[in-house]
């Protein structure tokens, strides 16, 4: 198997500061040219190994230390200066006066009595100066050579690029928005230009104008066709940053942009100027609110949606705060575009021994997010805040928490299904077709590796002749015999229960049977007769006590099992069984910004509406397993129909199969719970099966490790949504499944609708109705026993309902009600089956 | 201008039930077909004269009567006594034993000791049978003759179709649903073959199930390729259908369909077989919760969501519901595709003369509905319900209703922009590039018709005129003249206020200014001097003291007035004046699925981020003007931004304009409660102007009959969005739009952010966060003192947070805090201007 895409291992980055740079600057010794000249001249590649300049030599130095990737800000104190110089006021109108009457004092004029005149005029030519410096600033944006950092190519390659924090993206002012929108483009202009390829932008801060923020993102990621821009963003909005006191906010010296509503008051408004405090002042593993916990991951949806997933877009996590002992909430960053995640000295603790270490929490949260394969940026890791290790330790550090994660030891581990499918997480494959298209002897090949799937079925197989009536031979009838394992295991359980037994194997693909003839010539001999043609038409000479197939999909039935078999029963005897006996199908809602792009890139518009074959690993389950309250909802992953067979009950032609295809049309509606606020982008679909007795085949997450382990041929079903649909925390998603057929054709179509349950108060009707939307009774459940068909249908009696709503609010300890609001739907998928089917 | 769409009145409709038309048939004397030949054979169209069949007697008496549509059920009760016999289980296993029973006694057979035993094969046998028959008419569906009420092509013409209202399309047994779905194809099926043009679809019953009810609906839109559906549909869910019994459920006879969990337990809940109760047993006017006034629609909502808005999908409105007194909770359909209106002869009241009229609440709501030209369905208007009147007093009382509609009567009142724009209601033009493009004389001949602008803006210069320094000589300059109509206006306001004026006429296209000369040739002789040019380069012969210009679109400045009076300020006085001398964009947000549909249906992909110019007919603006507690949100409409000219504080380059056009960026950030539930489909766009102190222009829907009434010039701008986003009731809308600019173009960006504000429990942090999502602080009041700041920026200290909280929840009579939920957003329209710009 090819490899598909990121590189195996996670990267480690360092990050230089000004100050760092500065010190550099101090200690270096420009090389004479002359002595250069002379002592080289000769030798002119020799040059690089005797770095020229200050950042030359930090980052020869930083890759000595083993950072691939070298972080460096881009513009100096020189460039915030005259920056904020042309486009705030000064911070107070006090502050303003006094600079202005230092500059008087010094140039000696104006000493008169009319001093103050003057220095009003004086103060206003300043004011107009300013103002046309950063007029023709706005005309023709551009650096200063002591304002950047690098200047040079060579100085820039490898380096990711930290913009200048202090830009307020996403300030209340609009004009300094606006100016700081000018200023970012000028300095991914000036990156571009130095052929950098990445740059971190300063995380937004403003929740209110995350979307100006976001803009501004994308408007970047256009003007700047190749470079990619990825977000900073601290994991949440930690409490200790509420204590802290907000700076001073800077003014907007810029003519006034209107009188827009959310620009007159901006400079009331209290902005810090730091995200994240860099030494926590809470404990590590507080408590901390839901909302705390997804204010930063609310703004990131606001801003990449805006940005319409751009790939060129992902984010840096910061885990500056000290994270909850419980990942729960986090888990919704695996559905992300993790790059980076940035990881201070100050994060880390000390352990008994002085060493430099991380909570347990934060471990864990790193080593789940090594699927992303992400470059960890170490940073303030020169300055010793532990007393032991020294540098190398933070590194070392970070190395191990990536050897240790469960998905770098699965992939090393063979035999497990994460090995086999190296290179194939998160790509999408189109589901086989194996009725419609005759398989190639290679893909037979891939799946007949899987050792657990047959030994499986040699097991039920070896189960269900042992318990078949003594003395009587037995009549086996592999349907579906493609390049003969199950022949090969029908015949080893056969040995192994020493039972008389004649074995038929059917195919139909021509090329199969060509190798099914010569095993049998080779191999089988006549313990087995070869039977070519379709299951759903050949003749069997004598009718068939154990029907054997294996014909499931990732979905169970997706590879119409149930159509083959309804068409190959008429030759089994009345006491006959299949095996498999029974499959089912399963859901859950997911969340993948990677499979969202991956299935949009498709080469047509029904790219969305269409199932795939995925090994998934940046994603998230996005319903969760702990009941709300309310009860309405079934688990986090929810069973949608079955399938048995042999099917006894329906009305067959002449020819012993079934008039029509109307018994193996399916529908579902599941209710699932959301715990934490996430995007739904699909569903992933699963198959449970039982072969004979309690032996079975699962792909089911929960239950696949105990029914068949380490099983390989079965990667789960992704069925995409075509519009993202934010789910918010505490919602009800309900998802509607259909399984559909004609004379030719099935398919699935899917929809899903959410919901939110809101509390309502006491006795407040009319409060009520002020505060959440239609309000749809809860059943009554002395009508309705099933918590399964426990439906929100609206005919209920508003006394019962009442009565019953007050039960549950009781039981809360709340006085209120409840109420279910609607608040969103994806459109229907695939109707019609006009994006994809599967051909009977 | 031409007429655009539908017909300007409503029309009327009969349906007749399958007793009328089996009354018809006993009381039909079939003509002789020997004495029809005789009387006829040289007079082949003659027999038209005479319908030959009940059906077409019914239909010449019902259009002697005045109806222009029929409405007719196709099926008859044997179909449904097949039908059920065949999908069916008989009601209970009790009556299924009495039934068997009485057959076996019957045909006096299996009278002896083992009887039951022969009875239960009987019952197998029949069950097969039933089954057998079941599955062949699955397989080729079909009526016989007798099954349908019309059988002829001329039966057919101008019939709207009732489908069988007893087909469960949403039955909470997943088989019945299919069958249902089987039966309704087959009716289509046959209804297409007599080339009926519409079917009217049995309403949706079950919230649980709208989804497959809707799928089905979807199914047949496709399958039936010309065929208009309309879904039947009560206006609400009344409480009254609450208080009655269910009628026994209907159980499946066909084989399962697997175990899915919505299926098992199906049999156990119950459902009403009437959707409506025909006799209100509430008063009328009762208060209706806002969940049982949405219920229905909600359903809609789904419906035609899921049938991807498609045009031949359309509502039959069921009136039979008694309406609240306040009607704002149905405004919403103002915005959905009504083409019936169904109004049973129960919905009328008798008035004192013991004549039929309809309650105060349902006249009001049936004379808003007229925007949608329906046909009212009068249904069991032949029964003397009412004492006087008879028949013809339903079908008089209605066309009193329409033409005391404001809509037919506005439309019929020459003056008002109703009547000016006749044919253009909900017509999306696209808005006029007048700097861009030169004007056809067409055009400005349309705009010089409206009377009320220029009286406007003669008043607004002959008060600048007067106000103006008594003895000083005045120079006017109208940037833009056009062909002449501000020229005239601005000469009449010099007569009136007899003061020395020179007046200048500027114009950019060339060919107006053949127009131009033309006029002052012969109207204005040396009163005026022109000057060809663009007023942002030429130059005006001395300093100006009022610039008069009309640069105003839709949204104000969306025809670059700001942009092309910047240009023309050089040439005003340091005291001069500009008239308007400011103008204001405003927004609301605008449900309309006929909007979205059209903006829809544009030649390329981006028509759905463009704005339109149109002039609103069935729309619903979803913003309330009453505030919601939270006092978060603004009022109904609210304003974006204001220019002013002239301007200031602009840095200008050596040629007087300005350095760059950064100063005429726009933002604003708008917060919109939504009362009731509804789908945002667009933003309406407004303006107003100040010509001159009080004098201005108006389009802002509260305030344009008070500041400009009857003026025609503009109607209102349209920005669509692509996805229509779902907001419940009680919601929050964030409407984020942005003014932008580069050297060539000014273009608008816009998106949408959804939440919803919920109330929590006292003190119950664990329920809280269980219930609902990311806490969003409110601010607090004493740091923050603008109510336009007062931002959900999280960054406010827990303690404030919580005191706020408190104090609003103590103030609403309720002990817990509030939460602002985010529940979905749009994705940002327009970025770059890729879709619609103006070109500078």
New interface residues.
């Given amino acids: 198997m090819a490899q598909w895409h990121h590189s195996p291992s996670a990267g480690l980055a360092t990050v230089f500061t000004l100050d760092d740079i500065l010190r550099a600057s101090v200690s270096f010794i420009s090389p004479s040219p002359s002595a250069d000249a002379s002592t080289h001249s000769h030798l002119p590649h020799a040059q690089k190994e005797q770095p020229d300049t200050p950042v030359l030599r930090l980052v020869k130095e930083a890759r000595n230390k083993g950072y691939e990737t070298i972080c460096l800000p881009l513009t100096t104190q020189n460039w915030r200066d005259r920056w904020e110089g042309m486009c705030l006021l000064p911070s107070s109108p006090a502050q303003a006066s006094a600079l202005e009457i230092d500059k008087v004092e010094k140039t000696g004029e104006n000493q008169d009595d009319f001093g103050a005149a003057h220095l009003t005029t004086d103060a206003e030519k300043k004011k107009k100066d300013r ?2 410096a ?3 600033w ?2 023709r944006p551009g650096f200063l050579q002591d304002e950047v950092t690098i200047t040079r190519i060579d100085e820039a390659e490898g380096i990711t690029l930290m913009i200048s924090d202090w830009l307020e993206l996403d300030a ?1 002012d ?1 004009g300094i ?2 100016d700081a929108e ?1 200023a970012l483009q000028q300095e991914l202009a000036y990156a571009s230009y130095l052929h950098i390829q990445t740059a971190i932008l300063p995380a937004p ?5 995350v ?2 923020y ?2 501004v993102v ?2 970047c990621l ?1 003007n700047t066709p190749y470079i990619y821009l990825s977000v900073r963003l601290p994991i949440y ?1 930690p ?1 200790i ?3 802290q006191a ?1 700076p001073p906010v800077q003014s907007y010296a ?13 400079s ?5 100027s730091l995200l994240v405090s860099p030494v926590p002042s809470s404990p590590s593993g507080s408590a901390s ?4 916990m ?2 930063t991951w ?1 703004m990131w949806d ?1 801003i990449r ?4 997933y751009n790939t060129r877009l992902t984010l840096t996590l910061d885990l500056t705060p000290p994270l909850p002992s419980k990942l729960g909430v986090l888990s919704k960053w695996a559905a992300e575009s993790v790059r980076y995640i940035f990881l201070p000295a100050s994060t880390f603790i000390a352990n008994t021994k002085g060493y430099p270490v991380l909570p347990k929490p934060t471990q864990d949260f790193i080593r789940d997010c090594m699927i992303h394969r992400p470059t960890v940026i170490l940073a303030d890791v020169i300055t010793n805040k532990h007393s032991r290790g020294g540098e190398v330790a933070y590194s070392q550090y970070v190395k191990f928490l990536e050897k240790t994660s469960a998905v770098v030891r699965n992939a090393h581990q063979s035999g497990t299904v994460e090995h086999f499918a190296q290179g194939y997480q998160d790509y999408l494959q189109a589901p086989l077709q194996p009725l419609m298209d005759n398989l190639q002897s290679m893909t037979y090949q891939t799946f007949e590796q899987d050792p657990v799937k047959y030994e499986r079925y040699e097991e039920a197989i070896f189960r269900a002749l042992q318990e078949w009536p003594a003395g009587q031979r037995v009549v086996c009838c592999i349907a579906g015999a493609g390049r003969g394992p199950l022949v090969t295991r029908c015949l080893s359980a056969i040995d192994r229960c020493k039972r008389d037994v004649s074995v038929y194997a059917v195919e139909k693909n021509p090329n199969a049977y060509v190798t099914l003839q010569q095993r049998k010539v080779r191999e089988w001999g006549d313990r087995v007769k070869l039977l070519f043609g379709d299951m759903r038409l050949l003749e069997v000479p004598e009718p068939v006590d154990i029907l054997i197939s294996e014909l499931l999909g990732s979905f169970g039935d997706n590879e119409l099992s149930p159509e083959c078999l309804d068409g190959a029963q008429r030759f089994l005897k009345p006491t006959g069984i299949s095996i498999p006996s029974s499959y089912t199908a399963h859901l859950a809602p997911l969340s993948s910004s990677k499979l969202y792009n991956e299935a949009r890139s498709g080469k047509n518009a029904q790219s969305l509406e269409t199932p795939y074959v995925v090994m998934f690993q940046a994603v998230n389950i996005l319903s969760g397993d702990k009941q ?2 309310g009860g309405r909802c ?1 688990p986090q992953i ?6 048995e067979h042999p ?1 006894k ?3 067959l032609n002449t020819q012993g199969t079934p ?2 295809n ?2 193996n ?6 209710r699932f719970w959301i ?1 934490h ?1 996430g995007v739904l982008h699909g569903l992933a679909g699963y198959f449970e099966a039982i072969l004979y007795g309690n032996v079975g085949l699962s792909i089911h997450p929960h239950r696949k490790d105990v029914v068949s382990k380490d099983m390989l041929s079965w990667f789960p079903l992704f069925f995409p949504f075509k ?1 993202p649909l ?1 789910l ?4 009800e998603l309900q998802v ?1 499944i ?1 399984r559909l057929t004609n004379e030719r054709q099935v398919w699935y ?1 899917w ?1 899903a ?1 959410s919901f ?7 006795g ?2 009319d ?1 009520l ?9 809860l059943p009554s459940p002395t ?4 918590p ?2 426990d ?8 006394a019962q309902s009442q009565k019953h709503l007050s039960q549950r609010a009781a039981s ?3 006085g ?1 009600g409840y ?1 279910v ?5 994806t ?2 998928h695939n ?2 089956g006009r994006s994809s089917w599967i051909g009977l």
Wanted: glycine share 10%; proline share 7%.
């Fill in positions: 103002a046309t950063a007029e023709q706005r005309a209340e609009d928005r606006h000018i801060r403003n929740r209110s104008h979307a100006s976001a803009r994308n408007n256009k909005n409490t940053l509420h204590t907000a810029g003519p006034g942009l209107g009188i827009s509503p959310d620009v007159t008051n901006a009331s408004s209290s902005l810090p609110s839901e909302g705390e997804n204010a609310e606001v949606s805006i940005c319409d709300e309250p079934g929810q069973e949608c129909w079955e399938f099917r009950d329906v009305i008039l029509t109307n018994h049309v399916r529908s579902a509606r599941l715990p606020a519009e934010y918010p925390s505490g919602s509607s259909w179509e929809h609708e939110l349950m809101i509390m309502t108060t006491p407040g009707k409060e109705s002020m505060y959440s939307g239609g309000r749809q009774n009508t309705i026993p099933s399964l068909a439906d929100d249908a609206f005919f209920r009696t508003p809360l300890g709340g209120g109420e609001v609607k608040i969103g739907h459109s229907l109707p019609g």
